[in-house]
């Protein structure tokens, strides 16, 4: 069983940064790939990124390519999401999420899911 845990989340204004964490229990975590998904009210939860295991393949939303940057540390259990030049677009809950596989932008497919963290992009 890999439990999940989020954090970083926080109010930041239009334009700023915020770093996520995800941090796993898991030692075998290495093996997993892991994504980034996010929920605003009333909407749909949409994938956000994703890294595979290797850390060699990773693939974005269109909205937040050029902007947000993922990458996991093996080593401490943890993958992070960079985000810049935050928009209130962005602004929602943010998940992150771990499968046994291969990488994949549909929710789904991950079987391990944190709790999630609050992101608010507002002036």
């Known amino acids: 069983q890999v439990q999940l845990v989020e954090s970083g989340g926080g109010l930041v204004q239009p334009g700023g940064s915020l770093r996520l964490s995800c941090a796993a229990s898991a030692r075998t975590y290495s093996e997993y790939t892991v994504g980034w998904f996010r929920q605003a009210p009333g909407k749909e939860r949409d994938f956000v990124a994703a890294i595979s295991w290797s850390g060699g393949t990773t693939r974005y939303a269109n909205s937040v390519k050029g902007r947000f940057t993922i990458s996991k540390d093996n080593a401490m259990n943890t993958v992070y999401l960079q985000m810049n030049s935050l928009k209130p677009e962005d602004t929602a809950v943010y998940y992150c999420?771990?499968?046994?596989?291969?990488?994949?932008?549909?929710?789904?497919?991950?079987?391990?899911w944190g709790q999630g963290t609050q992101v608010t992009v507002s002036s």
């Open positions: 999420a771990a499968v046994y596989g291969m990488v994949s932008t549909i929710p789904g497919a991950y079987n391990h």
